[in-house]
């Protein structure tokens, strides 16, 4: 190793080439702030004219900082005598490079900008999208982010979202409830259906407008099965479910109905005949 090399270069450019260094990690830092600064200011503008969607403004928000982030790591590459010009160049050059290793991502992001554009779901819908059912809490660039009915982030990629079946359970006014009530044979269906159908008319939050629907499913060994299905909204999806459950308990038990019962089948073995001595 040339020792007299490395000094000549620390006494004559080492002192400049440092200096530099120190100015490009203060340039960083304060610009890494004010671009988050920006974001948080530009979010809540949008936030207040209450003017756009949420999952819009959202992606417009990242896509600004994207944006920044550039502008900030090509200000500092021109601290260093790099031109933007050159970068430029050989950003181009590396393009092709970057498409193939990033052809996944930028797959996701092409997704993320149609699901802009078509708008299947918002922030706050309760959806099922590649195979995730959850309340939507943002539409990023690159990754639709749910939580789940059992309080869990998970982030699944636009691209998957776009190619997969979407379910918006938050689109119309109502959501139906499916729930089923075996009955044991000999009990009077007619007067089954009807208590049933008093009983979930009267649980909190079952639609008023939309009644619910009792009627026979099938039949089974042990006695007809009946589809219970009332109509609430997705917010209280979960609730209804669970006190129809009680209802068909509490209705069948007042009144007096057996518990269905599996037929058993006796078979009885003869002897056979004995053989004359």
């Known amino acids: 190793m040339n020792t007299e090399a490395i000094w000549t270069f620390i006494t004559t450019q080492g002192v400049d080439f440092g200096l530099k260094v120190i100015g490009a990690l203060i340039a960083w830092v304060i610009g890494r702030w004010l671009i988050g600064l920006a974001q948080k200011l530009v979010g809540k503008a949008i936030e207040r004219g209450k003017r756009m969607d949420p999952t819009l403004s959202n992606y417009l928000v990242s896509i600004l900082g994207v944006i920044l982030n550039i502008v900030l790591i090509l200000a500092i590459l021109d601290m260093f005598g790099i031109r933007t010009t050159s970068f430029a160049v050989l950003l181009a050059g590396a393009g092709l490079a970057i498409g193939t290793a990033w052809g996944g991502l930028l797959t996701h992001f092409a997704a993320g900008v149609f699901l802009q554009v078509l708008r299947p779901y918002r922030v706050g819908d309760f959806v099922t999208v590649g195979g995730v059912t959850g309340t939507v809490k943002e539409l990023g660039l690159f990754g639709t982010t749910l939580i789940s009915p059992d309080n869990t982030v998970v982030t699944v990629g636009n691209n998957k979202v776009l190619s997969e079946t979407i379910q918006n359970f938050s689109t119309l006014q109502w959501r139906r409830v499916d729930v089923t009530a075996k009955i044991a044979n000999g009990v009077d269906v007619g007067d089954a259906i009807q208590r049933l159908k008093a009983a979930v ?70 002897q056979p005949p004995a053989r004359p001595a």
């Open 201 to 270: 008319s009267e649980i909190p939050n079952v639609s008023k407008e939309q009644p619910p629907d009792v009627e026979i499913l099938q039949f089974t060994a042990e006695g007809p099965l009946l589809a219970v299905r009332p109509y609430t909204h997705t917010d209280h999806y979960w609730q209804v479910y669970f006190d129809t459950h009680r209802a068909i308990v509490e209705t069948f038990g007042a009144a007096g109905y057996p518990t269905p019962e599996t037929p058993m089948v006796q078979r009885h073995l003869t």
